[in-house]
């Protein structure tokens, strides 16, 4: 490991990304095709090494994100295949997500006349391309999209007239797949079903692209594939809930957190440990101190809970998390020394520390953890068992 990566880094598996893509493959239907959602970076894995990972797959059929922005850093990496924006998109953004052929998520009538005019515009400068559209359904999540009624209908037969626009999907999103009470869940894909039946049949057009499962859906709701599926937090080997059934597919965590013992000590009874003297020593113990903190992302709400590993052996966070150091009780672990390495997420031996343990002990969840691991986090790729590449935000400065 690159001597500069040891106060900390993040090792994310592509190996175990493509395992769990392969997994959640045979769980779905066999023309339903995959779009990776790799938004917020990659849910903080990395998005640009992970969609050149997946690119090449024949059933991975693109990839979803959540901003404009994060759609141009896929096409300026070389990334090909679909990129669809799940979020709003704003005006100023429109001619280059035409030209880069980036699909738009859309479901306000002005969107559809303003993209109109983008395109006119373009076309005039000799760039023939059309807006390549998704139309959002709002079937419960009240977030964003058109509602399944004669006025969401209006608004898609004004979308598949409007010059200049091709509608290539339509897709709404799960409040609460990911609970065991599926009611809800199974109301929200009936109301998409219909919905886009009646289009087909008030139009005689079948949009090409019908989508509406996240990770929760693939994993329980084999009735609602369609054409496609949007897999996110799966893709990471991370679990949607604690209510999702573990046993229907295989999920490998990609990524695990590591850095290193810098300092060892031993304290008396009495001594505080770290700010605000929330722990104090009833006896005398032997105290490893680790040079990462919540400025990595590592959250603060681990103050006097939570494990790390090392040795293969877990050894308690004592007192807050500072910002960029912590400190942890060695007194059981003799053999640790200067220099060892701690693992804060992932497995070290027979123990394991996953993102979903530290996501409920922090008070946070998974997700969010993942998400806002630290631009001060150096990330390396593994492929086929060896470090194919590496990310570090400081060298772009
Ligand atoms: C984030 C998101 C997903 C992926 O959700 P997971 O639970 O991570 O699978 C799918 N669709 C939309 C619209 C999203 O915003």
């Given at each position: 490991?690159?001597e500069?990566?040891?106060r900390?880094?993040?090792?994310v598996?592509?190996?175990a ?15 339903t ?9 990659g ?9 050149r990972a ?19 850093i896929?096409?300026?990496?070389g990334?090909?295949k679909?990129v ?10 429109y001619?280059?997500m035409i030209?880069?052929e ?5 479901f ?7 993209l ?7 076309g005039a400068q000799g ?7 998704h139309i959002?359904?709002?079937t419960?999540?009240?977030?964003i999209?058109?509602?399944p009624?004669a ?6 037969k004004e979308?598949l007239d ?6 290539e ?5 799960f ?5 065991t009470d599926?009611?809800?869940?199974r109301h929200?894909l009936?109301s998409?079903?219909?919905?886009t039946d ?8 079948k949009?090409?692209?019908r989508?509406c ?9 084999p009735?609602?594939?369609?054409d ?5 937090i799966?893709?990471y080997g991370l679990w949607p809930?604690g209510?999702v ?5 295989a999920l490998?965590?990609?990524l695990?957190?590591?850095s290193r ?7 008396g009874?009495?001594?505080e ?8 020593a009833?006896s005398?113990m032997?105290?490893a101190?680790?040079?990462a ?5 590592y959250?603060r709400g681990?103050?006097g809970?939570g494990?790390?590993l ?7 966070i004592l ?13 059981q672990i ?17 123990e ?7 996501g ?10 993942a998400?806002?691991?630290?631009k001060?986090?150096p990330?390396?790729y593994?492929?086929g ?5 590496t990310r ?6």
């Amino acid at each position: 490991m690159r001597e500069d990566y040891q106060r900390i880094h993040a090792r994310v598996s592509l190996d175990a990304i493509l395992e769990n893509m392969e997994s959640m493959k045979a769980n779905i239907a066999p023309g339903t095709g995959i779009m990776a959602v790799i938004k917020t970076d990659g849910y903080g894995h990395g998005a640009v090494p992970i969609a050149r990972a997946l690119e090449p797959l024949d059933y991975c059929q693109g990839f979803a994100v959540a901003t404009a922005e994060e759609a141009f850093i896929l096409r300026r990496a070389g990334i090909r295949k679909p990129v669809l924006v799940l979020g709003f998109t704003f005006p100023y953004s429109y001619r280059r997500m035409i030209r880069e052929e980036i699909r738009m998520t859309v479901f306000l009538p002005e969107t559809l006349s303003e993209l109109s005019g983008a395109v006119r515009e373009l076309g005039a400068q000799g760039a023939g391309k059309k807006a390549r559209i998704h139309i959002k359904v709002d079937t419960g999540m009240n977030r964003i999209g058109i509602r399944p009624d004669a006025e969401g209908l209006s608004f898609v037969k004004e979308a598949l007239d409007t010059d200049g626009i091709q509608v290539e999907g339509i897709f709404t999103h799960f409040a609460r797949a990911d609970e065991t009470d599926k009611t809800a869940v199974r109301h929200q894909l009936d109301s998409f079903r219909n919905f886009t039946d009646l289009i087909e049949k008030e139009t005689g057009y079948k949009i090409p692209i019908r989508h509406c499962s996240n990770s929760a859906g693939i994993v329980e709701l084999p009735e609602a594939n369609m054409d496609m599926v949007r897999a996110g937090i799966t893709l990471y080997g991370l679990w949607p809930s604690g209510e999702v059934k573990r046993d229907i597919i295989a999920l490998h965590p990609a990524l695990s957190l590591h850095s290193r013992i810098v300092y060892i000590k031993e304290i008396g009874v009495g001594d505080e440990v770290s700010y605000g003297g929330i722990f104090r020593a009833s006896s005398k113990m032997r105290v490893a101190t680790i040079p990462a903190g919540y400025g990595d992302g590592y959250p603060r709400g681990l103050s006097g809970r939570g494990d790390v590993l090392i040795r293969g052996k877990r050894a308690a966070i004592l007192g807050r998390i500072c910002m960029d150091q912590f400190m942890v009780d060695v007194t059981q672990i003799p053999e640790a020394a200067m220099g060892d390495e701690v693992t804060l997420i992932g497995r070290d031996g027979e123990e394991e520390i996953t993102m979903e343990q530290l996501g409920e002990l922090s008070g946070r969840f998974n997700y969010e953890l993942a998400c806002n691991l630290g631009k001060r986090v150096p990330r390396v790729y593994i492929k086929g068992g060896g470090v194919l590449c590496t990310r570090d935000w400081y060298e772009d400065f």
